[in-house]
């Protein structure tokens, strides 16, 4: 594939004269959009602007290049705008921006336009190249510079792979990584691949772009490197690099400042880089960007995701267990103790059931321990699992769990610290020894002696509470039942609402069961129709996913909804609350009565007064629903 193939004459405007950065970024996407590769203009505009907002694209010289990577980007193509008089654009010198290139690429397997992508942002770095475009007095003549350009230039990661020929030169190595792994990261390799060149000293570099590493470095090679510069706003790799000098910056250093970059790692003005056991690697962009708040985000959604499979695989097969007896069994013909082992009655649901059980049984210790890995590295694996198992084998459940990720995450950061006074023997054995035995201690008792009692013993007063008010008026009743299933979605307030259920009918009361599994139906339900009404509040893993949460929401499966409250807790909490308050209180109002202690829809055939249950979780439904469209913001992907 050549440069031009990517670029349409339309696309292309040699007169452009924007005023501020604003209606710069806008007029380019305006000529991208004209070329027929965007299917959505205003989710590929939001993704430009969320790229720019990472760090600017005015990489320096006049020469600007904004790109966005998403599913909006139908076919991969180029736009370029020539700007006479030059538009302020923050770039990393100043300089006002007389050249722009907007790049788009889609979300696919084939990644071969991101060569030739990566093959025009260093060309753009050859002045004479840029020069002429800018000098370009047609846009036949703009497309004949480009594909002569391309024709002559050999590709990037061929001259990478070089090592050199200088003798006696200074070896350094170099790994270079952006957030999309488009441009930025073959800009830097580039700049320092000049600089050492102009140095006489041996390179070679590892480029970590959206096509995946290439020119990877051998043992053998970090090994022989006299220094290595790592240049990345994206993770990289890093606990191969232990006990060598490592320079660790921003890839937009490896652009403007790679003399800089070569000079210091010459003159061997590095510290040594020390990997802490397990640790694989280091994100330059999450450290410097974002804040504490930024930083929380992302250590949640670590454990949020990796928890995910095990909530969306469990509850189906839960699900459908109580589908099997549903439809096998008949519900009227069942006493009390029968109706309570509903799911497990015939054996394929019983084998289902165990199944998807098993499944949520990992659900909390991998959100804590993936919570925890995302602070301490993997030395806090171990103490996250540990604690997420104490949590879910005992009272405090889904809160539990998510503070035993931080709590093991912290705890090792505070051991490692703690480390680096004990003598270099100790210091050594730290990670196999020290961090595994002292960590699990501590977490063992701060679980048994402060998160565990604190949550039971709201549990235990939840329970006392909710005893005391059965005589109160139904309605309240029913919104606070249904509220509390919202709460923690399977965590003490959860639970406590649950067993007071539960127990209303073995005494033969059977309007509160009715309650509090509407109010546990509600959330997944409520956040599988937001995903579809209010796409932008919603991540594209969350809308993928949101579907599942109506066949989870429907079997009374209320964890469904947790990797969404996790992850944006103090909007879809409240949103989900209210929601199920609202269709307890209907279904108290209504009269309606559950005989069943779990099942969701598949047990409707026993609830009293069914239309109007159905009526009231509809209700629940569209509230939390409206709710979360009102109280979510956009989502920046």
């Given at each position: 594939m050549r440069i031009t193939d990517l670029l349409d004459k339309r696309s292309i405007s040699l007169t452009g004269a924007p005023k501020t950065k604003q209606e710069a970024l806008d007029q380019v996407i305006d000529l991208m959009i004209k070329s027929g590769r965007i299917n959505d203009e205003e989710a590929y505009r939001k993704q430009v602007y969320a790229r720019e907002e990472e760090s600017t694209t005015g990489i320096g010289e006049?020469?600007?290049?904004?790109?966005?990577?998403?599913?909006?980007?139908?076919k991969p193509g180029l736009a370029?705008?020539?700007?006479?008089?030059?538009?302020?654009?923050?770039?990393?010198?100043?300089?006002?921006?007389?050249?722009?290139?907007?790049?788009?690429?889609?979300?696919?397997?084939?990644?071969?336009?991101?060569?030739?992508?990566?093959?025009?942002?260093?060309?753009?770095?050859?002045?004479?190249?840029?020069?002429?475009?800018?000098?370009?007095?047609?846009?036949?003549?703009?497309?004949?510079?480009?594909?002569?350009?391309?024709?002559?230039?050999?590709?990037?990661?061929e001259r990478l792979a070089d090592t050199g020929s200088a003798n006696g030169g200074v070896k350094i190595l170099a790994v270079t990584s952006c957030?999309?792994?488009?441009?930025?990261?073959?800009?830097?390799?580039?700049?320092?691949?000049?600089?050492?060149?102009?140095?006489?000293?041996?390179?070679?570099?590892?480029?970590?772009?959206?096509?995946?590493?290439?020119?990877?470095?051998?043992?053998?090679?970090?090994?022989?490197?006299?220094?290595?510069?790592?240049a990345a706003d994206a993770q990289v790799p890093m606990d191969r690099f232990d006990g060598k000098k490592v320079i660790a910056c921003q890839v937009s250093d490896g652009i403007s400042k790679a003399g800089q970059l070569l000079d210091r790692a010459m003159a061997g003005d590095a510290p040594v880089y020390h990997a802490a056991a397990g640790?694989?690697?280091?994100?330059?962009?999450?450290?410097?960007?974002?804040?504490?708040?930024?930083?929380?985000?992302?250590?949640?959604?670590?454990?949020?995701?990796?928890?995910?499979?095990?909530?969306?695989?469990?509850?189906?097969?839960?699900?459908?267990?109580?589908?099997?007896?549903?439809?096998?069994?008949?519900?009227?013909?069942?006493?009390?103790?029968?109706?309570?082992?509903?799911g497990t009655i015939t054996p394929v649901a019983a084998w289902l059931k165990n199944l998807g059980g098993v499944a949520f049984g990992f659900m909390l210790p991998v959100l804590a321990g993936f919570i925890a890995m995302a602070i301490g590295d993997?030395?806090?694996?171990?103490?996250?699992?540990?604690?997420?198992?104490?949590?879910?084998?005992?009272?405090?459940?889904?809160?539990?769990?998510?503070?035993?990720?931080?709590?093991?995450?912290?705890?090792?950061?505070?051991?490692?610290?703690?480390?680096?006074?004990?003598?270099?023997?100790?210091?050594?054995?730290a990670p196999v020894l020290i961090y595994p035995l002292v960590g699990l201690l501590l977490m063992g008792l701060a679980m048994s002696f402060v998160i565990e009692p604190v949550m039971g013993g709201i549990n235990t007063a939840l329970n006392n509470g909710l005893t005391s008010m059965g005589g109160t008026s139904k309605?309240?009743?029913?919104?606070?039942?249904?509220?509390?299933?919202?709460?923690?979605?399977?965590?003490?307030?959860?639970?406590?609402?649950?067993?007071?259920?539960?127990?209303?009918?073995?005494a033969g009361n059977y309007d509160i069961m009715a309650a509090v599994m509407i109010g546990g139906m509600t959330p997944p339900c409520a956040i599988a129709l937001a995903t579809f009404l209010f796409k932008k509040k919603f991540s594209r893993e969350e809308r993928q996913s949101g579907p599942v949460n109506f066949i989870m929401g429907l079997a009374f499966?209320?964890?469904?909804?947790?990797?969404?409250?996790?992850?944006?807790?103090?909007?879809?909490?409240?949103?989900?609350?209210?929601?199920?308050?609202?269709?307890?209180?209907?279904?108290?109002?209504?009269?309606?009565?559950?005989?069943?202690?779990?099942?969701?829809i598949f047990v409707f055939p026993v609830v009293g007064n069914a239309v109007?249950?159905?009526?009231?979780?509809?209700?629940?439904?569209?509230?939390?629903?409206?709710?979360?469209?009102?109280?979510?913001?956009?989502?920046?992907?």
């Open positions: 006049g020469i600007a290049i904004p790109h966005g990577k998403c599913a909006a980007v139908s370029a705008m020539v700007v006479k008089d030059g538009v302020d654009f923050d770039s990393l010198d100043g300089e006002p921006v007389t050249l722009i290139f907007l790049i788009a690429a889609p979300n696919t397997k084939d990644n071969v336009h991101l060569d030739v992508l990566s093959k025009l942002s260093v060309l753009m770095m050859d002045e004479s190249f840029s020069e002429s475009l800018r000098n370009a007095k047609s846009v036949e003549e703009f497309l004949a510079i480009v594909d002569k350009a391309d024709a002559e230039q050999a590709d990037i990661d957030p999309t792994g488009i441009a930025h990261t073959y800009m830097a390799a580039e700049g320092i691949e000049k600089a050492a060149r102009e140095r006489n000293c041996v390179v070679k570099i590892e480029t970590r772009g959206s096509g995946g590493a290439k020119n990877v470095l051998t043992e053998q090679e970090i090994r022989d490197a006299d220094c290595i510069i790592v640790s694989a690697s280091v994100s330059q962009a999450s450290k410097k960007s974002g804040g504490v708040g930024h930083k929380i985000y992302t250590q949640l959604m670590n454990g949020v995701s990796h928890m995910l499979p095990f909530v969306v695989g469990g509850g189906i097969l839960i699900a459908l267990a109580f589908l099997i007896d549903g439809l096998c069994v008949d519900m009227d013909a069942l006493d009390v103790a029968d109706r309570a082992n509903f993997r030395p806090a694996l171990a103490l996250g699992f540990v604690g997420g198992m104490m949590a879910y084998s005992g009272k405090s459940g889904f809160l539990g769990a998510l503070a035993a990720g931080f709590l093991a995450g912290y705890l090792i950061l505070f051991l490692r610290k703690a480390c680096d006074y004990l003598p270099e023997f100790l210091e050594k054995i309605v309240i009743l029913g919104i606070i039942l249904g509220g509390m299933m919202a709460v923690d979605m399977g965590g003490p307030f959860n639970k406590a609402a649950y067993v007071f259920g539960t127990a209303a009918i073995a499966i209320t964890e469904g909804a947790i990797p969404f409250a996790a992850s944006d807790p103090l909007h879809v909490l409240p949103a989900c609350i209210i929601g199920s308050g609202l269709a307890g209180a209907l279904s108290m109002l209504f009269g309606c009565t559950l005989m069943a202690p779990h099942g969701g109007m249950y159905v009526v009231a979780l509809v209700a629940g439904t569209l509230a939390s629903a409206f709710l979360l469209g009102v109280l979510k913001k956009d989502v920046q992907e």
